[in-house]
């Protein structure tokens, strides 16, 4: 008897521990953001709605009491996101990039209904600053990958095409990720 709830507890822990592996790898990515109107106020009950520009696919996210909207598993793709609420024009975001895995925040703020104000944001491939996370990672796509030099073709050696990769090795070393640090971000004035 002891025997069995013994295995029967083993089994249940790795379970869960291969499960929580299983979710590491993120595919989606969330947009999330504070809706505020010209002074800043917080509005709360905002809907937001987020199209996918490619596939037309649409989900609608509405603010809490904080302001706050969040719009999570969202497939990597370009979006546009409305913001509509009762007595305030709408404000409208296009070209939003969304890579997997990212969280990326876009704060709106409403202007009052009447006020003649034509405002165009578009996200392009500018770089985004995240500040909702920690993580370093980057995507890399298909061209890259064929078309880098890659020392022997190892998939291993895609870690370094992300900012900042350096390695610490020399002829000898075996360049694997224990041997990977990050340079610390510096800015020129060239």
């Given at each position: 008897?002891?025997?069995?709830?013994?295995?029967?507890?083993?089994?249940?822990?790795?379970?869960?521990?291969?499960?929580?592996?299983?979710?590491?790898?993120?595919?989606?990515?969330?947009?999330?953001?504070?809706?505020?109107?010209?002074?800043?106020?917080?509005?709360?009950?905002?809907?937001?709605?987020?199209?996918?520009?490619?596939?037309?696919?649409?989900?609608?996210?509405?603010?809490?009491?904080?302001?706050?909207?969040?719009?999570?598993?969202?497939?990597?793709?370009?979006?546009?996101?409305?913001?509509?609420?009762?007595?305030?024009?709408?404000?409208?975001?296009?070209?939003?990039?969304?890579?997997?895995?990212?969280?990326?925040?876009?704060?709106?703020?409403?202007?009052?209904?009447?006020?003649?104000?034509?405002?165009?944001?578009?996200?392009?491939?500018?770089?985004?600053?995240?500040?909702?996370?920690?993580?370093?990672?980057?995507?890399?796509?298909?061209?890259?990958?064929?078309?880098?030099?890659?020392?022997?073709?190892?998939?291993?050696?895609?870690?370094?095409l992300t900012n900042r990769a350096a390695t610490n090795c020399t002829a000898a070393c075996?360049?694997?990720?224990?041997?990977?640090?990050?340079?610390?971000?510096?800015?020129?004035?060239?």
């Open positions: 008897m002891t025997f069995t709830k013994l295995t029967l507890s083993l089994s249940l822990i790795t379970g869960l521990a291969f499960t929580q592996l299983a979710f590491a790898q993120v595919d989606q990515a969330r947009l999330t953001g504070t809706v505020s109107d010209a002074s800043g106020a917080i509005l709360p009950n905002v809907t937001v709605k987020i199209v996918n520009q490619k596939t037309g696919a649409a989900r609608e996210a509405v603010s809490n009491t904080s302001g706050i909207y969040f719009a999570p598993g969202l497939s990597a793709s370009t979006y546009s996101v409305t913001a509509t609420a009762a007595g305030l024009e709408p404000a409208a975001y296009k070209d939003i990039n969304l890579a997997v895995g990212q969280e990326r925040t876009l704060n709106i703020a409403l202007q009052a209904a009447g006020v003649t104000t034509s405002i165009t944001v578009s996200g392009g491939d500018l770089a985004v600053v995240e500040t909702s996370s920690a993580t370093v990672g980057a995507n890399v796509n298909a061209r890259e990958v064929a078309e880098m030099p890659i020392n022997g073709r190892q998939i291993s050696q895609l870690y370094l075996s360049n694997t990720f224990a041997t990977t640090r990050w340079m610390p971000a510096t800015t020129s004035m060239a």
